[in-house]
């Protein structure tokens, strides 16, 4: 069937950092990936998403690129502040039937001064 | 991309009670969404509601614990019906988005069942 796996967390890091979080999938066809985020006490905000291999979706510094070869669609950004403390959740769409979103386990993400 | 409005944003309730969630959205959309997200974990897809037929549900979750309304192409309702502490999550609506948009949700429900 089709899962989501992301890194377990808490990640935590310093200001200015380099941040990844990983993100590995399966599933059946060509699904669209998309990252999410939930800052404390809020709902999901749409962070970037990819819809085809090789594709990179990028936003507010963080990037993810679609690697289907290695069905990876890990999240990168290259120095983390104190407001990127959040969850981060990866999630695929495989188009098929109603369209409904998959989502991964989260990954809590700690910025410290 | 679309605005929901999701209330009421927490409530606190008795053990057996119901509680029903609203979503609203400022443009008309084919299917909306409801997920469960239970404390420090990830979102599970309750059911999917396409106005003018009955919900779908996913494995797990049924239609005499979670009822759905969806009247019309901008509102849907989920009931949390015969509520247990096990019940205590936050509830979420979503919608699809244009295109290739990804999906918008509301801001949350944060029911507590004491």
């Known amino acids: 069937g089709n899962s989501v796996t992301q890194m377990e967390g808490p990640v935590t890091l310093s200001e200015e950092a380099f941040l990844t979080i990983n993100c590995t999938y399966t599933a059946t066809g060509y699904p669209s990936l998309f990252w999410y985020v939930q800052y404390p006490g809020e709902g999901l905000q749409l962070l970037l998403k990819a819809t085809k291999a090789d594709d990179k979706g990028s936003n507010k510094g963080f990037e993810a690129t679609y690697r289907k070869e290695t069905t990876s669609f890990h999240l990168e950004k290259g120095s983390v502040q104190v407001s990127d403390s959040a969850v981060y959740f990866c999630?695929?769409?495989?188009?098929?039937?109603?369209?409904?979103?998959?989502f991964g386990a989260g990954t809590r993400l700690a910025v410290h001064p | 991309s679309a605005v929901i409005s999701q209330k009421p944003s927490r409530d606190i309730c008795q053990r057996g009670t119901s509680l029903t969630i609203q979503c609203q959205v400022d443009s008309q959309v084919t299917m909306m969404f409801w997920y469960r997200q239970q404390p420090g974990q990830s979102l599970t897809l309750i059911a999917t509601a396409n106005q003018g037929s009955e919900a779908t549900y996913e494995s797990g979750f049924v239609i005499d614990k979670f009822p759905i309304s969806r009247p019309n192409l901008t509102f849907s309702t989920l009931t949390v019906s015969n509520m247990s502490p096990e019940d205590s999550s936050i509830y979420l609506c979503s919608v699809e988005g244009q295109g290739a948009d990804g999906y918008t949700f509301g801001s949350g429900t944060r029911l507590t069942v004491v």
């Open positions: 999630a695929l769409r495989t188009g098929r039937g109603y369209n409904k979103l998959i």
